[in-house]
């Protein structure tokens, strides 16, 4: 159980172009959702919290017009990257938390999306 | 600011030698750690847990021991295996509001 996927797991796209990630819960509903974004051989750094049903909640230096992060359903969670630049090439990777459960570990990875501009 | 110091990799070892990656850490308040493991081609996946100063998270064979004296949380096992190779994370929290600081990561690799 608890698993959590992301589509697609691999895109290329132009530079000025946006580009829409997808992270499903595929087995339990997720009132939270975080999107995070990994450099090579750094650490995993959150970009926003997304609660079903209300607006994202951005950390401090990310973008929110850049990164639109639409979480409309229990299972849905959608990160989109607008008029993408080669510096915004990066392995973007989402978790999940079901409801009720509001610990730190309580949330599940999904497997990244690597996200290349040209 | 928080922050997460992980042994820079990536660890090569033989099937049953003992692992060691250290990991440090810097915190304003009173943290939980954990230890996440991501195989390839999947999500992270907590390994361990500990909440409080002494406890002794275990999981798989791997251990690791919240020392609040040395601000340290290494990850051990025993005896590796094949299966072990991944990139391992470590990471704290200091509220249960989700927000997580993680280490840059180390990869093993574990060699028949």
């Known amino acids: 159980g608890a698993v959590v996927s992301q589509h697609p797991s691999w895109v290329i796209c132009k530079s000025g172009t946006s580009v829409k990630i997808e992270c499903r819960s595929l087995?339990?509903?997720?009132?939270?959702m975080f999107w995070y974004r990994q450099f090579p051989k750094q650490s995993l750094m959150l970009m926003a919290t997304?609660?079903?049903?209300?607006?994202?909640?951005?950390e401090q230096g990310v973008e929110k017009d850049k990164f639109l992060i639409n979480h409309a359903s229990l299972t849905l969670s959608t990160l989109t990257v607008t008029s993408a630049h080669p510096e915004d090439s990066s392995f973007y990777i989402c978790?999940?938390?079901?409801?009720?459960?509001?610990?730190?570990?309580?949330?599940?990875f999904g497997p990244g999306t690597r996200l290349t501009v040209t | 600011g928080d922050s997460v110091t992980q042994m820079e990799g990536p660890v090569t070892l033989s099937e049953e030698a003992f692992l060691t990656i250290n990991c440090t850490y810097t915190a304003t308040g009173y943290p939980s750690l954990f230890w996440y493991v991501q195989y390839p081609g999947e999500g992270l996946q907590l390994l361990l847990k500990?909440?409080?100063?002494?406890d002794k998270g275990s999981n798989k064979g791997f251990e690791a021991t919240y020392r609040k004296e040395t601000t340290s949380f290494h990850l051990e096992k025993g005896s590796v295996q094949v299966s072990d190779s991944a990139v391992y994370f470590c990471a704290l929290s200091i509220t249960n509001a989700g927000k997580s600081t993680f280490g840059d990561g180390t990869t093993l690799t574990v060699k028949p």
């Open positions: 500990a909440t409080k100063a002494d």
């Open positions: 997304s609660n079903e049903g209300s607006k994202a909640t951005y």
């Open positions: 087995d339990f509903q997720a009132t939270t």
């Open positions: 978790s999940a938390r079901p409801p009720g459960q509001t610990k730190a570990y309580e949330q599940y």
